[in-house]
């Protein structure tokens, strides 16, 4: 089992935890996660171009000229794609689907091979706890910089904490999602992952 330091929020160290060799320590496959990043990104993106077809187009209505005797090709309309100002053949519509789906079974190994990544790059911080009485930014800054995070963080948090969420959501390059939300994007896009020891325990829970 892999053993990592557990810190307070002082950036005191107070001891050590052991992760889950099935969910931290496998064999990282690097082809998963390139696939499930690619898959985030594209579920991401939103059909925004749009192109106008012949029949969008304004004007074209009268023929440009007689169909014969004039020695020149056949034309029924000047907004044809073949002329200049014409409609576009096979644009984009701005109804494109972009989506793509992952396999359950390859998503959790893109997720354990990232997290697995995290551990031997030393990038994993474990939290024996994350409180705030009240969303208060300077006090995550300062707690962030106890730890030496650098600056771009992923919380991990056991659930949904208003104070820690409210408090991080100013601060550039601070993320903050949930034990049972995490995605491969998300993690390998960090300096350092930081995460509770609950969080830990659910994590251990939903992908072992």
Do not use: C
């Not at 690097?30 to 990104?41: C, D, F, I, R, S």
């Not at 697995?116 to 990038?123: D, I, L, Q, Y």
């Not at 993690?187 to 659910?202: P, S």
């Amino acid at each position: 089992m892999p053993k990592v330091a557990l810190y307070n929020q002082q950036g005191e160290q107070i001891g050590d935890v052991e992760l889950a060799d099935s969910v931290f320590a496998v064999q990282v496959n690097e082809a998963a996660m390139h696939q499930a990043v690619v898959a985030y990104l594209a579920n991401q993106r939103t059909a925004r171009a749009k192109t106008k077809t012949r029949t969008e187009v304004r004007g074209g209505g009268r023929k440009p000229w007689r169909q014969k005797g004039t020695g020149r090709a056949r034309h029924g309309s000047i907004r044809s794609p073949l002329w200049r100002g014409g409609g576009v053949t096979f644009g984009p519509d701005g109804r494109e689907n972009y989506k793509q789906v992952l396999p359950k079974k390859m998503k959790r190994v893109a997720i354990k091979s990232a997290l697995t990544a995290k551990v031997n790059a030393g990038s994993l911080i474990v939290l024996d706890a994350l409180n705030m009485d009240a969303p208060k930014t300077k006090e995550m800054v300062k707690i962030l910089e106890n730890l030496k995070t650098g600056r771009k963080v992923l919380l991990v948090l056991e659930g949904i904490q208003e104070n820690v969420i409210k408090s991080a959501r100013n601060i550039p390059g601070v993320k903050t999602t949930q034990a049972g939300q995490l995605n491969v994007y998300d993690i390998l896009n960090t300096d350092n992952l930081v995460i509770t020891r609950d969080a830990v325990t659910q994590v251990e829970e939903v992908f072992a």
